[in-house]
């Protein structure tokens, strides 16, 4: 309260010459303030000042978009740009592919992809042929514990 007191005011003439906006508005946003936490110290309890805010205010709507910035080049006509371009996605590729966890495992794939290959292979052959081969009764597959 005594450095409010002993805080010297500008004159309203001062405040409204041109090189003094800034200050004014300064000065007029510190009275709006201490108007409103004087009309409601009654309701503003020490917790809601000290708050902390749990948002981020973003300007720019392209992190969000996850949108390149800075420069470009095209074609080859920017050798360097074009280079440093790819090592960048090189290296967010690779934080990308760390990140990724297998649904399924190689074993998976290539015993799925046999009965696939069969599968053509049994397309393209005679009709005769066809019906000499006879294809192993799937059996049913043990789930991993690791699955469940």
Request: hydrophobic share 30%.
């Amino acid at each position: 309260m005594s450095s409010e007191r002993n805080k010297v005011k500008l004159s309203k003439s001062i405040l409204d010459m041109k090189f003094m906006k800034r200050t004014k508005e300064k000065v007029l946003k510190e009275e709006d303030d201490a108007q409103s936490r004087a009309m409601y110290s009654n309701e503003i309890t020490e917790k809601m000042l000290k708050s902390e805010s749990y948002y981020i205010i973003e300007p720019s709507y392209v992190p969000c978009e996850d949108l390149n910035d800075g420069r470009f080049s095209f074609r080859g006509m920017n050798p360097d740009i074009e280079r440093i371009l790819e090592l960048e996605e090189q290296a967010k590729q690779a934080t990308i592919d760390q990140n990724v966890k297998k649904d399924v495992t190689d074993e998976d794939m290539t015993a799925y992809y046999g009965n696939v290959k069969k599968t053509i292979e049994r397309k393209f052959q005679s009709k005769t042929h066809r019906r000499t081969v006879t294809l192993p009764e799937p059996k049913f597959k043990k789930p991993r514990l690791d699955d469940v």
